[in-house]
């Protein structure tokens, strides 16, 4: 059992910063690559942010230079700084992380449950 659940969300003025978290827990497991994802309603689930098992980091055009991701592969954490803060970023956000389970070596997807955030004009 591996579970991801983030934290973090709110609601925000416009202009505003937040920070998301998400943490993985449970059995023995490792995690490549992590990415945040968020759905508006009546949207597609788009992808906002990666980072791989070394570091390397991507954005959605929409949000580079305002957001940052990164994790702390210790605690098997992935934040999300948000910065500048618009109502279009208002949504639902994912955590995603693929993983790879000790006992076998297999691979897997997981996502958390997802967190609003809302940023008002």
């Known amino acids: 059992q591996v579970q991801l659940v983030e934290s973090g969300g709110g609601l925000v003025q416009a202009g505003g910063s937040l920070s998301l978290s998400c943490a993985a827990s449970?059995?023995?497991?490792?995690?490549?690559?992590m990415r945040w994802y968020r759905q508006a309603p009546g949207k597609q689930r788009d992808l906002v942010a990666g980072?791989?098992?070394?570091?390397?980091?991507n954005y959605a055009d929409s949000v580079k230079g305002r957001f940052t991701i990164s994790r702390d592969n210790a605690k098997n954490t992935v934040v999300l700084q948000m910065y500048s803060l618009k109502p279009e970023d208002t949504a639902v956000y994912y955590c995603?992380?693929?993983?790879?389970?000790?006992?076998?070596?297999?691979?897997?997807?997981?996502w958390g449950p997802g967190t609003q955030v809302t940023v008002s004009s």
């Open positions: 449970g059995s023995t497991f490792s995690i490549n690559a």
């Open positions: 995603f992380a693929d993983v790879t389970y000790g006992s076998r070596g297999i691979r897997g997807q997981l």
């Open positions: 980072i791989s098992s070394g570091g390397t980091t």
